[in-house]
């Protein structure tokens, strides 16, 4: 990350303009993106030290993630071409992770909605062999005996 990051003074000193004339969306997202990493990277260290294992397991992860997009980032200022192939390969890997964690947490939900569908359902049965039960129970024609 250092050297990428000495290659974009080279790049800003090679021209006139500022980096934030030129690749104004970028710099802020590459900014926002190493603020992310550092901040992820001490809080992962801090949360394994505090005993939760998986916990900084996960923080480590984000960092890595966080750290990969900024060196994606850096690559899409100085080599555009590389850097967008680059960053569609780091959009894979980002769906990649968001699946692989997300699963347990939507594979419980969608159980939890089955069931209270399967309860509604048979609620509802109830209610309507009730209801026809008491209708079956009266004289169709109303005529008094």
């Known amino acids: 990350m250092a050297i990428l990051a000495g290659l974009l003074q080279l790049k800003?000193?090679?021209?006139?303009?500022?980096?934030?004339?030129?690749?104004?969306?970028?710099?802020?997202?590459?900014?926002?993106?190493?603020?992310?990493?550092?901040?992820s990277l001490i809080g992962g260290i801090y949360i394994r030290q505090a005993h939760s294992i998986n916990l900084g397991k996960f923080m480590s992860k984000i960092s890595l993630l966080f750290g990969a997009l900024a060196l994606v980032l850096e690559l899409v200022i100085l080599v555009p071409a590389l850097g967008v192939a680059s960053l569609l390969f780091w959009l894979v890997w980002f769906v990649g992770f968001v699946a692989v964690y997300s699963y347990p947490y939507v594979k419980t939900l969608f159980t939890k909605a089955v069931g209270a569908f399967e309860r509604l359902k048979e609620y509802l049965k109830n209610m309507i062999i009730a209801c026809c039960s008491t209708m079956n129970s009266e004289d169709p024609i109303g005529l008094p005996t």
């Open 12 to 39: 800003q000193g090679a021209g006139k303009k500022s980096l934030f004339d030129t690749d104004y969306p970028t710099i802020v997202i590459l900014i926002v993106a190493l603020i992310l990493y550092s901040g």
